[in-house]
Structure formats: structure tokens, C-alpha cells
């Protein structure tokens, strides 16, 4: 089955980290599962072509849509942007308790 088969909220409530997600194949699944309801986290190097994606085609995101630029041949910087990938998916709540040095950067914590 392709995804365009898929419920328009087939993905709803789900979170997604999409890898190479500036262009092609990474931006089509960003693009396809945030249209199914998922909320998307892109991971690329081209920080200004998600910004543009999650403009013009992602309604600005409404909340469930963000960027992360990052070169994922850099281990470290890697690490570094999954972190702020599941900080940004989860608005880090759930870190909170454990990982309260991040609470200045949650929306809804600090």
C-alpha cells in the first residue's frame, strides 16, 4: 500500500523524524505524513529549504511541523539535532522531571 492510499489521519498524534528532508524522498515523507496528521521533526543540511517547505507547503506547520539543519555525517552534530528533534516533538514534558536543565527551552515548561 502507498502512503497516498493511507486515511488523511492515518498519522494522527504520531511523530516523525525525517532524515534528508530538504528535498526528494525526505521531503515528500515530511510533507506526506504531516498531511496525515503526524507532527514532523526535518532533519537536513539545507536549514532555509525545510523553512520554505514548512511555509509554502505545510501551512507554516500550525505547530506540528519544524526544522533542524544539521550534517548528519557529523556524529555529534547528529546527536545534537535527534535531541532537539524529540525536545521539539514532545516540547520535552516528559524530560522535564528527569532533565530539568532543559526546561528552558519547552514551551510549556519554561
Not at 30 to 51: I, K, P, T
Not at 65 to 71: H, I, L, Q, R
Request: net charge negative; proline share 1%; hydrophobic share 45%.
Amino acid at each position: 500500500m502507498s502512503l497516498s492510499q493511507w486515511a488523511s489521519d492515518a498519522f494522527a498524534g504520531e511523530k516523525v523524524i525525517v532524515t534528508g528532508a530538504s528535498r526528494g524522498i525526505g521531503k515528500d515523507l515530511a510533507v506526506n505524513y504531516h498531511a496525515r496528521g503526524a507532527s514532523v521533526c526535518m532533519l537536513a543540511r539545507r536549514g532555509d529549504a525545510m523553512e520554505q517547505t514548512i511555509r509554502e507547503e505545510l501551512g507554516g506547520g500550525d505547530g506540528r511541523a519544524f526544522s533542524v539543519p544539521v550534517d548528519v555525517t557529523d556524529e555529534a552534530a547528529l546527536k545534537a539535532a535527534v535531541l532537539a528533534s524529540v525536545l521539539q516533538l514532545f516540547c520535552c514534558c516528559c524530560f522535564c522531571f528527569c532533565f530539568c536543565f532543559f526546561a528552558s527551552v519547552c514551551c510549556s515548561c519554561g
